[in-house]
């Protein structure tokens, strides 16, 4: 059996959670305001994108990419 403190399995969990997120300066919305979810969920799992002819701008699904591309260079020099 082991014992750990609370402390301890919350500090290993935060640990855990910010390895998985990538800070953003803005997300893919409609012309109408809607965040693109599943454009983004198609990018950060390497899939086809398919962009809505909605999207206000292309620029930002770019920026995306760059991050998640530094992401993953990061991760690989663990």
């Given amino acids: 059996m082991i ?3 609370t402390k301890v399995i919350l500090k290993k969990t935060v640990r855990i ?4 997120i ?3 300066k803005r997300l893919p919305k ?3 305001g809607k965040i693109l979810r599943k ?4 990018m950060s799992d390497g899939l086809e994108l398919v962009i809505p002819s909605t999207i206000e701008d292309l620029s930002v699904l770019n ?4 991050k998640i591309v530094l992401y ?7």
């Fill in 63 to 66: 920026e995306i990419k760059e």
């Fill in 22 to 24: 990538i800070v953003v």
């Fill in 3 to 5: 014992f750990v403190t």
């Fill in 30 to 32: 409609t012309r109408s």
């Fill in 17 to 20: 959670i910010l390895q998985k």
């Fill in 39 to 42: 454009t983004l969920r198609s």
């Fill in 72 to 78: 993953e260079l990061g991760k690989s020099s663990i």
